[in-house]
């Protein structure tokens, strides 16, 4: 078999794994917030601020483990690093589907944060099996994968969670373990021996460690200033769409389930159909900015909207967010080498983490602060926020982009 075709098979393998995982997680994100609010008696406000905690530690765990996952995947290779992630998060479901208090939730959040690198560790992989001048599609298709993942997920999840809230996370629990023996048989290593690190240094596995990878080479730290960003001001949506949504459309979790499908439906047009085509013909800094740029119109637009109709013109905007991962990733991966790749989004899952720690006490304890000021009638202000947070990720995008792309473009005259 060809280089070419060993290429494309091997990043067929990593996206079928990657959308078994988005369907799994999918399965989960309409229902978990009604099992809160049963574990709470009903509270909307109460079930968020539990909410909030296992965000927080979740995306503390995620912080810590993060640079670890990425330093073993470049010295033990991808595959043993992403069985393990998805191990965790199979585990994490099992116990939410039989936890009899919020603290056995709690622990299983835990466990998840801690093994959470199989997006991370997906993202290496493809590093790993494509040329850098096809990149940011490749990455685009990858972040389709994520939105496929999702079409059926949701849908699935609070289909299950209108008959039984325990039920979505069993069927997730056990498509896990169908993901987990795909990998374990089916996936080939990426990373050939003869291009691992050849050690594996603590220095560098903390967090803040990690971090000196991304101020060595030039560029990288700014461009991941946007990913942070970023990634902030997406922790909006699991954060609280489905208890905004409850709590000012009134749906369940099948409505809410079946909307999140119809919007990962517009993802994966956008993902799969216009990010190679934009990419080709604009550059990867032009997708990094339009994709920065739309969602701020697109959250403001939605934190207003006083009905589901309305909301649904801000959907748009929103969808062209999903330009901005590949143009990203595309940037950043040209900064470094294959025994650095997984280093590197290492790296981005600590940043990520860290969103995931600030993001639900801003977009949470707002949203909890508003549900308990009626009279102000602004349940939307976390989308409000996010919109902000992505008008500063547009700015630092607008500089950074342009620098990496002058970079990359030298690199290529060379």
Known sequence: MSTTRQREAAFGFIFASAVACAMTIGIMVPVLPNLLKQFNGGDTATAADWGVIFNVFGGMMSFLAGPVLGLLSDRFGRRPV????????????????????????????????????????????????????????????????????FLAGPAIGGYLGDI?????????????????LYG???????????????????????????????????????????????????????SVFVFYAGYRFHWNPGTTGFFMAAIS?????????????????????????TGAALPVIGLAWISWAPTATLYLIGVPFNAFWQLLV????????????????GQLQGANQSLMGMSSVLGPLIYGESFAWAVRHPTLDYPGLPFLLASLTMLLCLSIALW??????????REAAK
Not at 164 to 180: K, Y
Not at 267 to 287: D, K, L, N, T
């Open 82 to 149: 992403l069985l393990l992630s998805i191990s965790g998060l199979g585990l994490d479901f099992l116990f939410m589907a039989f936890a009899p208090s919020l603290g056995w939730l709690f622990v299983g959040r835990l466990i998840s944060g801690t093994t959470a690198g199989v997006f991370s560790t997906a993202n290496a992989y493809v590093a790993d099996v494509t040329a850098p001048e096809n990149r940011a599609r490749a990455f685009g298709w990858m972040g389709a994968a994520f939105s496929v993942g």
């Open 164 to 180: 039984n809230l325990r039920l979505p996370f069993m069927v997730a629990a056990g498509l896990t373990l169908v993901n987990a």
């Open 184 to 238: 374990l048989f089916v996936v080939p290593e990426s990373l050939p021996e003869g291009k691992r690190a050849t050690g594996f240094h603590w220095r560098r596995a903390n967090p803040l460690g990690s971090l000196r990878l991304l101020r060595s080479h030039h560029e990288l730290l700014p461009l991941a200033s946007v990913g942070f960003l970023n990634q902030l001001a997406n922790m909006v949506w699991p």
């Open 265 to 289: 439906l517009v993802g994966v047009a956008v993902q799969s159909v216009i990010v190679g085509p934009f990419v080709r013909r604009f550059g990867e800094r032009a997708c990094l900015i």
């Open 326 to 341: 590949p143009g990203l990733q595309g940037l950043m991966t040209r900064r470094v080498g294959p025994t650095e790749q």
């Open 400 to 409: 950074s982009g342009h620098a990496a792309q002058r970079h990359a473009m």
